[in-house]
């Protein structure tokens, strides 16, 4: 089975500073990869989901960024951190070459707080 | 484009009653469909999902939903609560690569 990795647990980072949270997946190959976050009463906002090496797809323009440099890695940045970007981050994956019909597994998040 | 609903932020019930989590999602394609639990700090857990075949599913810790596709909604449902299940729990929908959350549904087990 899949295991999401996440680093860190919880950030804490003035506004105007950069950011990169990575995340790493073990137990499968060319997995579909997605970087959600979650805001307390508002679910899951999809930011990211990439099907492969450099292939990135954004969801919502924002101040966040995000790059897929090796087939089972995954990093969210942003190069000036605001005060709405706080906020849980998840990492999570598919099984190889999924169309929607292999669930999401989750990674841990990781707590982010800008101030 | 699809939407997730969840109809109840919150959900108080006493332990060892029924409950049921109400889903309603709209889509003009297929889509597939799942349940996560979430517990405090934590990721999402898969509880059950819904591809085809049977309209009701079971899944982990007694849980079970049925897919109803007249009235596009997604029902979780458990007999009888523990106090272990109190935890905020989600619906989504999948198309293609991309899975959609409602905005998820406390479930608070009092004793």
């Known amino acids: 089975s899949q295991t999401i990795h996440q680093w860190p647990a919880t950030l804490v980072q003035p506004v105007g500073s950069p950011l990169s949270l990575e995340c790493t997946v073990e137990g499968t190959s060319n997995p579909n990869l997605y970087w959600y976050r979650q805001a307390a009463g508002r679910g899951l906002q999809l930011l990211f989901y990439s099907v492969g090496i450099g292939q990135i797809s954004s969801e919502v323009p924002q101040n966040l960024s995000a790059s897929r440099p090796q087939d089972r890695q995954f990093i969210l940045s942003s190069k000036k951190l605001l005060l709405s970007d706080s906020g849980f981050y998840l990492c999570?994956?598919?099984?190889?070459?999924?169309?929607?019909?292999?669930?999401?597994?989750f990674g841990n998040g990781t707590r982010l707080t800008v101030t | 484009a699809q939407s997730v609903t969840q109809l109840d932020s919150q959900v108080p019930v006493f332990e060892e009653a029924p409950v049921e989590l109400r889903c309603n999602y709209s889509?003009?394609?297929?889509?597939?469909l799942f349940w996560y639990v979430q517990y405090p700090n934590q990721g999402l857990q898969l509880l059950l999902k819904y591809l085809s075949g049977s309209t009701l599913v079971k899944g982990i810790n007694g849980f079970e939903a049925e897919f109803n596709k007249s009235q596009t909604s997604f029902h979780l449902r458990k007999p009888s609560v523990h106090i272990s299940d109190t935890a905020e729990y989600f619906c989504a929908v999948s198309n293609f690569n991309k899975f959609y959350f409602g905005s998820g549904t406390k479930l608070n087990v009092k004793p």
């Open positions: 999570a994956s598919t099984g190889t070459a999924s169309w929607g019909n292999s669930p999401l597994h």
């Open positions: 889509s003009s394609v297929s889509v597939y």
